[in-house]
Structures are given as C-alpha cells and as structure tokens.
C-alpha cells in the first residue's frame, strides 16, 4: 500500500515525498530511503508530461504575468523539442518555481549567486541548483559549464562523440541574473551546447517522426501506445524530492551520508 501511496503522490504532482519513523527509528533507514527513491524514479517513469503540463496550464487563471509566461513556455519548449535541460538564471526564487509549477519532463538548473534560494531548489519538482560565487556575464558561456557538470553528475545521459545537447535557457534581457523586476522582462531560447551542432539538428529532424513506423504494432489504442514507446529508453533522472526524518538511528555524520548518497534532498528535524 506504501508504494502505491508514494507512486499515487508523485503522479498527482508532489514536489517532495517524506518518510518519518522509518529514517527516524527504522533499523534499515538507508534502504528505506533508497527504495523510495526507486520508487520515485518509477512513477515519474510512467508520467505523460504532456498532459501533465496541459492540465496545470488549463486550470490557470489568465491572463498570467510576463514572467509565468515565458516561464509556461519553457516548460512546453522542454516537451516540444525533447530537450535535456531546461536552465534558468534568477537571484529570485519566483521564476524557478513557476517552470516547476508546469512540471518539465526534464531537470531544471538554476544557475544564482542566492545561496538561499539554492538551498530551496532541494525542497522543489526538478530543480537543482548551480551556485555562483561571482557575477555571471556571459551566459553562453556558464550554460556550457551547466551541461558539462549536468554530464558529469548524471543529469543528462552522457553523450558519445562529443553529441550536442538541447538546452532551454531563460534569463533576464537586460541583466542576466533575474532578479526583482527584472523577472517580468525575461528572455527565451533554446540552444544546441556542444561540438557537433549541425549534425545533431540532422539528426533530430530524422528522428522525428508522428508515430510507430514499424511493421508490427502490439497495441495502439486511444493512449497511443505502441512499440516505440515500450522499447525506447525512458528518462530516470529523478526530479521529485526525499524528505527524510532525522532521529536516533542517524545522528551520525556517517549515517547522515548514507541517506545523502541513498537520495535525501532534505534533512527534517522534530523538536
């Protein structure tokens, strides 16, 4: 019942699921945290995004501010295109939270110099944060270190001969760190970060197809579900967050780490 309890909540659109006593108190509080994140990682496996997004979207009031605009429209962007990152820049927590509000299908990287505003990415649907100590003046340039440490951390699949990789980038117009007005005057693009960037578009345009072209279908009802969506590889970067009940059994640094490195994003204390 747990599990179908977690995966229930995760479809419907949590941001975080906890655990309590099994951290707190359990013997096995570090397989206890793992399998909920397996579980996690399972049930956002079998999200349609597409309707996800159009569900938020359709219950929205309109008409909605500059900002949730292009914020809405990055996440559709990220669905559209199939793209592997969507990355924003804001020293403002709102324009993060309203690309999650839209649940991308992909991880959301929030470059900031607020180091406050990088510890709430923990608590939210799909971001993770990329903290920056100096200013940023050239955003081009920290999307490229974005997809490289997205690479290296596993956030996006690692590409084979240097394969390019299709970002969402929102940032501010006139100064790139949105912050207080500035996240109504905000800027949308897309970008192909990597070294073989026309050969990559080629192949994306023949990779895009409308449907299952092969000569057999096993079933093709009006879900459209076929063959290609049961063979093709599924995305299985988790974005939805673990909470984790400190308590006697790991109040040691060493057990603290073992939660960390089995999928805690948040440490939650009873007092």
């Known amino acids: 019942a747990e599990m179908t309890d977690v995966a229930n909540a995760v479809i419907d659109g949590a941001d975080a699921v906890m655990l309590s006593g099994e951290t707190a108190n359990g013997a096995f509080f570090a397989e206890a ?3 909920q994140a397996l579980i996690v990682a399972n049930a956002e496996a079998g999200i349609d995004y597409n309707a996800a997004y159009k569900f938020v979207r359709n219950f929205v009031r309109k ?3 500059s900002c949730e605009g292009i914020c809405n429209s990055a996440s559709q962007a990220a669905i559209d295109t199939n793209a592997n990152l969507i990355v924003v820049f804001c020293d403002s927590f709102y324009p993060a939270r309203l690309i999650a509000k839209y649940k991308p299908p992909c991880p959301v990287i929030v470059v ?3 180091e406050k505003l990088a510890c709430h990415c923990n608590s939210t649907f799909g971001l993770v944060p990329y903290f920056l100590t100096t200013p940023v003046t050239n955003m081009d340039e920290i999307v490229t270190k974005v997809v490289d440490y997205a690479q290296k951390v596993g956030l996006v699949e690692p590409k084979e001969d240097n394969a390019s990789c299709l970002t969402v980038v929102v940032g501010g117009r006139d100064k790139i760190m949105a912050k207080g007005y500035e996240v109504n005057n905000l800027i949308l693009k897309t970008m192909l970060v990597g070294e073989d960037v026309h050969d990559q578009t080629v192949k994306r345009k023949k990779l895009a197809k ?8 096993i079933t093709y009802s009006s879900t459209r579900v076929g063959l290609d969506n049961i063979c093709d590889p599924c995305q299985t970067v988790r974005k939805s967050k673990i909470v984790c009940t400190m308590g006697p059994k790991c109040w040691s640094e060493e057990n603290v780490c073992k939660l960390l490195e089995a999928g805690m994003n948040i440490a939650r204390f009873n007092f």
């Open 63 to 65: 008409p909605v501010s």
């Open 33 to 35: 945290c793992l399998t």
């Open 112 to 114: 900031t110099n607020n």
């Open 210 to 217: 409308k449907g299952y072209e092969g000569e057999y279908t």
